[in-house]
C-alpha cells in the first residue's frame, strides 16, 4: 500500500471516527436532554467531508465526491420535507444528524444513507410501539440512539465489506 493510499484509507476510518463521536454525543443529549446539538451536528459534518474530500484525492478519484454529495442530498431533501410538512413528527435535531451520518454513508454509494436510515427506523419501532401504548399516539420519544446505531451499522459492514476505496 502506498503511502497516499494510505493516507486515503486513514482518512475515511478519521471521517468514521468523528461521525462516532457525533453519534454518541447525540444519543446522549437526546436521552438526556431531548435536544441534539446544532453545532456537534454542523462541526461533524464538515469534519467528515473535509475528510473524504482527502480520501478521495488520496484515492484519485476527486470526482467521487459528487457521487456522496448526490447520495447525502437525496436524503437531505426527503428530511427537510418531511420537516416542512410534519414538524412535529421529527425534531431539526433528528434532520440534522441524518444528515451528517449520510454525508459519510454515501462514501460507498448513494444508496447508503437509505439504508442506515432505515435501519434506524427499524431499530427505534420496538421503542415507539412501546411509547404509544402507554402514552398515545401523540407521545415521541427519542430518535438519536435508533438512527446512531443504524448508521453504525451500516458503516461498520460497509467498512468490513468493501473497504475505504470509492
Known sequence: MTAVHWLGTAAVWAAAGVWALLGAHATVT??????ISRTACWTAAL???ALLSV????????AHLLRVAAGAA???????ALYRIRPQAIGYGDIRLI??????TAWWGP???WWALLAGAALAIPQAATAHARHGPATT???APALAAGTALITLTRLTAHGTTP
Not at 55 to 62: C, D, L, S
Not at 74 to 80: D, K, Q
Not at 99 to 104: E, G, T, Y
Request: proline letters at 6%; charged letters at 15%.
Open 30 to 35: 437526546d436521552l438526556r436532554e431531548r435536544r
Open 47 to 49: 469534519l467528515v467531508t
Open 55 to 62: 480520501a478521495a484525492v488520496a484515492h484519485g478519484q476527486p
Open 74 to 80: 437525496a436524503v437531505l431533501i426527503a428530511g427537510e
Open 99 to 104: 444528515n451528517a451520518s449520510s454525508i459519510l
Open 111 to 113: 444508496q447508503w444513507p
Open 141 to 143: 420519544i427519542a430518535w
